[in-house]
């Protein structure tokens, strides 16, 4: 999916932190303004990407009332090119779209980013390696000989080096070429690319809609360090501790949409098309029959954090050397304003 290519690329570049800073103290002052005293409340809801099936149960939400019941109002928008963690950051969206590996650089400073992880939409890690099948890439040591598609970010090639050497490959036989790929289906059927790194909900699904055979493997059956959070949904800490009623009641809100996506994804899956037409029909509806597995998986609440898997990851990346400094534990998460 093409909100992957725009990840990397941001871990590549980081965070502006002090700018971001700057932006944090007017923005986070204008949003602690807000005063309920029985009227609804307005919150920014800012995406990672254009709307797609992660998202369903924001929109399914929406289109049920859940919010308005709540007494919020929800405006969603779309990302400005330096990210949600950005925009949620200087107070001017007060939630968002962010992923764990991502959100790393903002923590691993001696000046953190003003956000929280407060629920996942997806308890398990989905991204993998996706290849064309029989090809030999169902295994990540098969990819020795054949061309990746790298955004050259030292987290994705460090992930990779780690699960081809663990399968008992050469990661220098893997032929790294610059990513320039928007849609998985093409680069793969006209052999542009050998394999590449999607989240199987979408761009797995699309290669089965479109009728391309592939092979796939997953970064956490291979390692499980790598079952990180992705995606999650990130909040404005001053916004957090000044309006922690109104946080609840979004959160919950928000778990009734994605129940109900669990429940019905057919129905959740035409509630995304309402909002979002410009989707194909057929992988919405399929990617929504297998996510519907995957939003909770065998968790009882919705959005909970495992604080050990977030910590493995993170401490994963301080002893690989994969940012400024350590991220101390539990940092960056928490599940408190989960029903």
């Not at 994705?156 to 220098?172: L, P, R, T, W, Y």
């Not at 989240?199 to 796939?216: F, H, M, N, S």
């Not at 690989?320 to 998460?333: D, K, M, R, S, V």
């Amino acid at each position: 999916m093409r909100f992957v290519m725009r990840r990397f690329g941001k871990i590549v570049l980081a965070v502006t932190l002090s700018t971001v800073l700057m932006l944090s103290m007017v923005g986070c002052g204008e949003s602690d303004k807000k005063d309920t005293n029985g009227e609804t409340e307005k919150i920014t809801f800012v995406l990672d990407w254009t709307p797609n099936t992660n998202h369903t149960g924001l929109y399914v939400a929406e289109e049920k009332g859940y919010f308005e019941e709540a007494g919020i109002e929800v405006e969603i928008v779309q990302p400005p090119e330096d990210g949600a963690e950005a925009l949620v950051a200087s107070g001017k969206a007060q939630f968002g779209v962010s992923f764990q590996d991502t959100l790393a650089p903002a923590f691993a400073t001696d000046s953190p980013l003003p956000i929280t992880a407060v629920a996942t939409l997806i308890q398990h890690n989905t991204s993998g390696i996706i290849s064309r099948k029989g090809e030999g890439m169902d295994t990540p040591k098969g990819m020795e000989g054949h061309k990746y598609a790298t955004w050259d970010a030292p987290i994705e090639k460090a992930m990779i080096q780690n699960v081809v050497e663990k399968d008992g490959g050469d990661f220098s036989k893997v032929e790294l070429i610059p990513s320039t790929v928007t849609d998985e289906y093409s680069a793969l059927k006209s052999k542009q690319v050998d394999a590449i790194w999607v989240y199987y909900a979408w761009a797995g699904i699309a290669t089965q809609v479109k009728g391309l055979q592939t092979d796939y493997f997953a970064f956490k059956d291979i390692n499980p360090v790598f079952d990180y959070y992705t995606p999650v949904v990130i909040a404005n800490n001053s916004y957090l501790q000044q309006h922690k009623d109104t946080t609840k009641a979004f959160l919950n809100a928000l778990k009734k949409g994605y129940e109900d996506a669990i429940a019905n994804p057919q129905e959740a899956g035409e509630i995304l098309l309402k909002y979002a037409p410009e989707l194909d029909k057929d992988i919405v509806l399929e990617s929504q029959k297998w996510l519907a597995d995957q939003y909770k998986a065998e968790v009882e609440q919705w959005g909970y954090i495992d604080a050990s898997r977030w910590n493995a990851f993170y401490n994963w990346l301080s002893e690989h050397g994969l940012t400024e400094q350590a991220i101390p534990e539990n940092t960056g998460f928490t599940n408190d304003y989960l029903s």
